[in-house]
């Protein structure tokens, strides 16, 4: 029972009750003690006192019939003494039964001796008269009736006296009983209200103390505080709680130590994945301080990570290109950004600057992550490849002249007249060498724009400019081709971020080949359009179309549709260059064509400060 809460506040209660109840019984019994004191002084003394009066009126009245007797009538006396005795006799009867104090049987004894003798007086008064006459009468109770009745009225009086002085007794002994009494009720209420007091409070305080120390544990529990134990020293139903909240808290610092485990593994793994990364690396906040950089880092850049922890990126690379690539990722909001930058050191070195966003939960960027991966020897090789490709160009290129100019010259019969057959030949030489000037300066072209790729010049383009560029290049041709050539673009459109040459030669590029496989009456148009913040260029001719299987082909370096008569032979590296122009824009190119319908090359490009003009 006492091992529940609600069993210890019932036996709190159950205790204060018998309390109350034990403070009731005390006061009924001495209430009733006062109550019978009172009783006592009411009706026993009361009843003796009035017997007694009674009595002496009752012999008051006796001595007067003797006086009628002597007197008036003798017959009327005798009947009055009769009758009053008998009334005397009742009430004395009344009194000897109604003895309740000390002595008070010796004065009812003698009251009876003296009133026998009172009433043998009265019959001796009768002879007296009878015999001697009314004078012997009167002397005989002046002598001896007078003093007796004196006599018994003191007695009387002496009775009444003292039941008096009981019934004062009573009345003192009722007044001390209920004075003691409310000294009794009063302790006992006092007992009780204080023994109530101290027991509900007491019991109060140890019931509710392990609530006391659960709440305090409550309020302390936190992420990383989860240690605190509450002391359970109860079974009731705090200290089922109090258990229950420890069991808990257990749980939850065993599931925080094992996430806090588990992240510390995790980022120490990652930690050691980044430092052991062989390139480059660096952490940055978003006010660009160094938050972690790499042991490569650390050694290309001769910097030490202590040192410039929580310091400004220039202060420990100082290099204004690479500052800028960074910064330029998070004023355009990109996520990924690459740029290859010339960093020197004791020699020239070639970063592939990459810049990656780190991204917090709510997407909010919360660093950058920017790995220098060392190119140089791939620029080398690009330079080698570039200038082989130059010099083998170049080396062809005079001897290829001088070939020409003697084919054209044998052609134009300088030296002498040519039959049909030598003409034949030497025509289809001379194209040959053509195409081949042709495929070696675009060879020249691509091997430049490969190698040259971080040097373009991006800047604020407008489409409608590039277009009209180009088609007043390609105007007449295509007028002698009669084929209309034309751009339709609005002058209001956003610029675009760019390098206005490049792109006038895509244009340029996308237009020949317009001409070349179109006929006449057809039609070339050059459109723009804005969508997803990005510009949408498109060059649309009506002419041969291409076959849907070389659509993801005619990019690829040296593809060609086969069985397509053009008047002059390309090269198949016309698109490729195209494609690597736009995709050094970030761009991307495609072509939508249907066989005899014609098709539609449509290019990208960024919008200059992302959708402002
Ligand atoms: P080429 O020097 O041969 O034109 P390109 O790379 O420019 O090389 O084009 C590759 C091939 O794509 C072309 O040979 C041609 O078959 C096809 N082509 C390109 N543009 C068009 C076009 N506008 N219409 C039809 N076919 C085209």
Redesign the pocket.
Known sequence: MFNTLKGKISSVYLCLVLVIAIVGAVSVLNLYELSRAINGLMTDNYKSIGAINNMVDALERQDSSMLIYINVDRQKGIDLFTQNSNTFLNWYIVEHNNITEPHENEYVEKINSCYNAYTKSFSQLQEILNSQGTDKAIEYYNSQIVPNFTNLKQELKDLSLLNEKAMFQDKNSATGNAEHSMYIILAASSIAVIGGFLLSRFSTNRFLEPMYSLTEAVKLAKPGNLDKQVSVDSQDEVGVLAAEYNNLTRRLQQYEQSTLGNLMAEKNKSLTIVKSISDPLVVLDTNYKIMLLNNACEEFFNIQEQSVINKHFLEAIRNGEVFDHISSVLNSREDYKEKIIRVRSNDDFYFNVLVTTIKGVDANVTGLIVIFQDVTQLKKLEKIRADFIATISHEFKTPLASIIMGTSMILEENMGALNEEQRSVLTTINEDEIRLTNLLNELLQLSKLESDRAFFNFQPCSVAGIAETSVKQFYEQAQKKDIALYYDIDDNLPKVEADFEKITWVVN?LIT??I??TNAGDEIVIGARVKDNKMFVSVK?T????PPEYLDK?FDKF???KG?DSEVR???????IVKEIIEAHKGQVWCESTLDVG?NFTFTLPLWGGNMQ
Request: net charge neutral.
């Open positions: 590029n080949n317009a070349k496989y001719d002419g041969v179309g291409i005619i593809v060609q549709v397509f390309g090269t198949g590296l016309g698109l490729v098709s």
